[in-house]
């Protein structure tokens, strides 16, 4: 009988060792996967408000009516229009620190973006068009790192843009923002197409839509110096000063639909959106 006992112990014993072993541990501890993780996983960049990259700039509000799949790189946040092939917007935060990299741009960089769906835009499409690669997000804001300088190639952050507009004007915005950004430490910028109730013209066997023109918003948000500014460009080869594009936030909006820097204060939402002064800047 002792014996009995013993025995009927040592395989209570033996079942409570194999059920602590086994027990499925992931309920209490969450775990967050790393960045390298998220980056060779097989939907990189489409996890819609993925913690892992910690975001600290205020992206617009989701659209209504228009396709839409966020990506997010390790240099900006991307608003992908899978019917277009082109973004919706691009924003990120440009600071003194990236502007002042040393990463060079690398040749022959421009490649499809894997994470959208086919048909996508390549490079084939601009081939033979009157119609240059335009940035969105400029490889020029991203000489810190050569990942987020490599990630600005994608076609998902491209839009057929005119050549001339590209070298002159968009180019001088561009060269705008990071002289501000070394002047007051950062500045938040969101840019993107901007696409007439037309029938619009479209490049290459992938049908990439050409947009009629292009917008860029600057918001700085230093303490006491709280400022907005908006750019809208039209699609072609003009080339005028910076302060004939020049637009307030507001205006952007409206032209546009989309609701920009949606989480700030009211106050400051109300300084920033409705007025535009380049002089200011």
Not at 99 to 115: L, S, Y
Not at 221 to 241: A, M, P, Q, Y
């Amino acid at each position: 009988m002792k014996k009995y006992w013993i025995s009927i112990v040592v395989l209570l014993l033996l079942a409570v060792i194999l059920i602590f072993n086994t027990k499925d541990k992931s309920s209490d501890v969450e775990t967050i996967p790393s960045v390298s993780e998220v980056i060779e996983s097989e939907d990189t960049g489409v996890k819609e408000g993925c913690s892992v990259y910690n975001y600290d700039f205020d992206i617009p509000l989701p659209l209504e009516g228009v396709p839409e799949q966020i990506l997010h790189r390790k240099g900006y946040v991307a608003s992908y229009n899978k019917d277009n092939r082109i973004p919706n917007w691009v924003a990120w935060k440009l600071t003194a620190e990236h502007v002042g990299g040393k990463v060079k741009r690398p040749g022959n960089a421009w490649h499809e973006d894997d994470d959208v769906p086919l048909p996508r835009a390549t490079g084939h499409d601009y081939k033979g068009s009157h119609w240059s690669r335009g940035h969105m997000c400029p490889a020029g804001d991203n000489k810190w790192d050569s990942e987020a300088m490599y990630q600005t190639f994608m076609f998902s952050n491209c839009c057929p843009q005119n050549s001339n507009l590209n070298s002159g004007t968009w180019n001088q915005i561009e060269i705008s923002c990071r002289r501000w950004a070394e002047e007051y430490g950062e500045v938040y910028i969101v840019c993107g197409p901007i696409l007439y109730n037309q029938e619009h013209e479209t490049i290459g066997e992938n049908n990439v839509v050409v947009p009629e023109a292009f917008f860029k918003v600057v918001v700085c948000l230093s303490k006491g110096r709280e400022k907005g500014i908006g750019f809208v460009c039209k699609n072609t080869d003009g080339n005028r000063r910076k302060d004939f594009y020049v637009n307030s936030i507001k205006d952007v909006e409206r032209i546009t639909g989309i609701t920009f820097f949606p989480h700030l204060a009211q106050d400051v939402k109300d300084k920033i959106k409705n007025n535009a002064d380049l002089e200011d800047w």
